[in-house]
């Protein structure tokens, strides 16, 4: 479990777009490389942008298989305090909306973070499952922010 902060230290942190390259130092970032509007696959990979891993047509040519996409790592035998091999696991978790405090004198509202995690020893995938409910945002594709 995560230690919970008991000061109030005030940062200021600016979100950054969501990229396989900005998490990296974490995981994995998965997400669609495909257009989002883009309602079956296409008839020929070579009309897809490029992309590592290369996907292959699967499911009688109704799907696109990215594989693989998320390597599974184990840091804690001979590096963490425990010494204690881990084990694949994959867990999900199910985030709702949370209020966001206002700024006195001022027309924002701000993000409250009162615990921050790292795993040290092990990788992370973050897979974002849906988007908000608004397609854009001041009129451009909604960007994924960490």
């Given amino acids: 479990m995560a230690p919970t902060l008991t000061t109030t230290p005030t940062l200021q942190v600016t979100p950054s777009p969501l990229t396989k390259e900005a998490f990296a130092p974490f995981g994995t970032a998965i997400y669609s490389p495909l ?10 990979i070579t009309s897809l942008a490029p ?18 996409i998320s ?8 590096k963490c305090p ?5 084990s694949a696991r994959m867990t999900m978790f199910s985030c709702f909306p949370r209020q966001l405090r206002s700024l006195p ?3 924002t509202k701000v993000f409250d973070v ?3 995690e790292r795993h040290p020893f092990t990788t992370q995938t973050f897979t974002p499952i ?3 409910s608004q397609s854009t945002a001041g009129g451009q594709e909604e960007p994924y922010y960490l």
Wanted: hydrophobic share 30%; net charge neutral; no cysteine.
């Fill in 35 to 44: 257009l989002r509007d883009l309602n079956q696959a296409p008839a020929s």
């Fill in 51 to 68: 992309h590592n891993p290369t996907p292959v047509l699967a499911n009688q040519n109704s799907a696109l298989k990215y594989s693989p």
């Fill in 71 to 78: 390597p599974l790592l184990d840091n804690y035998t001979n």
């Fill in 82 to 86: 425990s010494n204690q091999p881990s």
């Fill in 105 to 107: 004198d001022k027309n």
């Fill in 114 to 116: 009162r615990i921050l």
């Fill in 130 to 132: 849906d988007l908000s």
